[in-house]
Nanobody
Framework: VQLQASGGGLVQAGDSLRLSCAAA????????VSWFRQAPGKEREFVAA????????FYASSVKGRFTISRDGAKNTVYLQMNTLIPEDTAVYYC??????????????WGQGTQVTVSS
């Protein structure tokens, strides 16, 4: 199983970015897929998730209304559209996947991370 995260970059506050998580070895429509992030000196935190089969989505309160997670089954890819970025969004962003009905704190599959830097 491979998850390939991409799309990060250096942007200014107020800008937008779209992150991609391309999967190989699993079908993303059959898995829960989440985005997490880790800022320097901080613990990794949950950002957004999309459930298997149905498009139920969940967001951290800090990004709700600004970020949108979506899934393209044909491309086997999950996206994170990030709008109105703020400096506090600066972090390495990781995508992760787990099978349904497995513990919500156990994510066996991880992408390699993509850096997002937001300047003020």
């Amino acid at each position: 199983v491979q998850l390939q995260a991409s799309g990060g970059g250096l942007v200014q506050a107020g800008d937008s970015l779209r992150l991609s998580c391309a999967a190989a070895g699993i079908t993303v429509s059959n898995y829960h897929v989440s985005w997490f992030r880790q800022a320097p000196g901080k613990e990794r935190e949950f950002v957004a998730a999309v459930r298997d089969r149905v498009d139920s989505t969940f967001y951290a309160s800090s990004v709700k209304g600004r970020f949108t997670i979506s899934r393209d089954g044909a491309k086997n890819t999950v996206y994170l559209q990030m709008n109105t970025l703020i400096p506090e969004d600066t972090a390495v962003y990781y995508c992760a996947a787990r099978r349904p009905f497995t513990p919500s704190d156990k994510w066996p599959y991880w992408g390699q991370g993509t850096q997002v830097t937001v300047s003020s």
